[in-house]
């Protein structure tokens, strides 16, 4: 059974930064992927970010491209979202997920509960 974790949400003011964190456990496939989505109150889930297996990949999308930067540590099965120049817009519920790449970039894959970032203006 695959459980992930995730931490580091919090409340900060536009144009600081935030590091989250999402932790798995239980036999995660060394090859599987990982990944951020978020949700904004009223809007459907965002793609935010993803990294391959090896962490040598990433992907982004278009509204942090350039601001976030994902990273993967796999000895301790936990991948990161370093945030900065956060924007009020980045306001919403942080999700990770992994699984096979493709899963993870289609919303599908195993998912954590969650953090809640806000950003104040």
């Known amino acids: 059974q695959v459980q992930l974790v995730e931490s580091g949400g919090g409340l900060v003011r536009a144009g600081g930064s935030l590091r989250l964190s999402c932790v798995a456990y239980?036999?995660?496939?060394?090859?599987?992927?990982m990944g951020w989505y978020r949700q904004a109150p009223g809007a459907e889930r965002e793609f935010v970010a993803a990294?391959?297996?090896?962490?040598?990949?990433?992907y982004y999308g278009d509204s942090v491209k350039g601001r976030f930067t994902i990273s993967l540590d796999k000895v301790k099965k936990t991948e990161y979202l370093q945030m900065d120049s956060l924007k009020v817009e980045d306001t919403a519920v942080y999700y990770c997920n992994t699984g096979e790449m493709r899963a993870v970039m289609t919303s599908g894959g195993y998912w954590g509960l969650g953090t809640q970032v806000t950003v104040s203006s």
């Open positions: 990294v391959s297996g090896d962490g040598g990949t990433e």
């Open positions: 239980g036999i995660i496939d060394e090859d599987f992927a």
